[in-house]
């Protein structure tokens, strides 16, 4: 998460081998991503009491510990994205290929990655700037069979060369990164996709119709509040939020995808204010 620079700390994962099947359901899957991100989670309560001095949102080892459960409650259709996210790795992965997952936070997507990829010689590179996060996803990842190489890496994401890439997944990353940074983010991101790689950006958006932009907003407090957050959570989280995360509406991330040579996108997953998008680098020589 694009919080504060470091020097990248590269390690690779150790596994075992074997394969699940690339041809299971989209429950199975959904399945799936939930019991990964339950691993050794607790219940998040990081705001339930009031904080005198509210500092901003961070990545820290209190958020690691509950995270699983703070996304779970939080991101409307998140084990949906997670689910899709493999399936699309199965489509679009090419042999001999790298797969980057940029914010892994716990390595739900590149484990999801890791299940489906049947091409041979692909790797996957997964990059946080958390160093909690970093350590936990070893842990997680390590858990679980594959042929799959993974090389985790303890970065920040704009400091990371993107080389022959088939598939980029950035599930809700760039809405932590400066707004200053993020074209130039797309642009090496295209640059180092192979013809016909895929770019997977989720994010939570900024309406531009003011009244919808509200109704969506209280649709995920809705969300959130049946997922058992009081008032109090609610409003802590989100002062906590406000000078680190920064939406932008669909049309700009269309726009900064289209500028950066992106032949092909659009939005594939809406639920309220979240959703996920696709963006297809041509097969096809640019035309001079």
């Given at each position: 998460m694009d919080l504060k620079a470091r020097h990248p700390v590269r390690e690779p994962v150790t596994t075992r081998p074997g394969r699940v099947s690339p041809n299971d359901s989209i429950e199975q899957n959904s399945r799936f991503a939930h019991r990964l991100s339950g691993c050794a989670s607790m219940h998040d309560q990081i705001f339930a009491a009031p904080i005198a001095r509210l500092g901003d949102f961070c990545f820290d080892e209190q958020v690691v510990d509950v995270f699983p459960d703070m996304i779970q409650r939080s991101v409307p259709g998140y084990s949906n994205i997670i689910s899709a996210i493999g399936m699309m790795?199965?489509?679009?992965?090419?042999?001999?290929?790298?797969?980057?997952?940029?914010?892994?936070?716990?390595?739900?997507?590149?484990?999801?990655?890791?299940?489906?990829?049947?091409?041979?010689?692909?790797r996957i590179t997964a990059v946080d700037l958390s160093h909690p996060m970093i350590e936990r996803a070893r842990a997680h990842l390590s858990g679980f069979k594959s042929e799959v190489p993974v090389e985790l890496i303890e970065a920040d994401i704009c400091d990371i060369e993107i080389e022959?890439?088939?598939?980029?997944?950035?599930?809700?990353?760039?809405?932590?990164?400066?707004?200053?940074?993020?074209?130039?983010?797309?642009?090496?991101i295209f640059d180092g996709l192979r013809p016909g790689g895929i770019l997977i950006l989720s994010e939570k958006f900024r309406f531009e119709d003011e009244q919808v932009n509200e109704l969506l907003i209280d649709l995920?407090?809705?969300?959130?509040?049946?997922?058992?957050?009081?008032?109090?959570e609610i409003s802590q989280k989100r002062t906590a939020l406000e000078n680190v995360m920064r939406t932008d509406s669909l049309p700009v991330h269309q726009a900064r995808l289209r500028e950066a040579g992106f032949a092909h996108q659009d939005l594939w997953f809406q639920c309220f204010n979240f959703g996920s998008m696709i963006a297809i680098k041509s097969s096809e020589p640019a035309q001079p």
């Open positions: 790795a199965a489509r679009y992965a090419q042999p001999e290929s790298r797969l980057y997952d940029l914010g892994c936070s716990l390595g739900a997507a590149t484990q999801a990655m890791r299940r489906h990829v049947a091409q041979p010689g692909c022959n890439a088939s598939v980029v997944v950035l599930n809700f990353t760039l809405q932590f990164v400066a707004p200053e940074k993020r074209a130039a983010l797309i642009q090496r995920h407090l809705d969300f959130k509040r049946a997922n058992g957050y009081s008032e109090l």
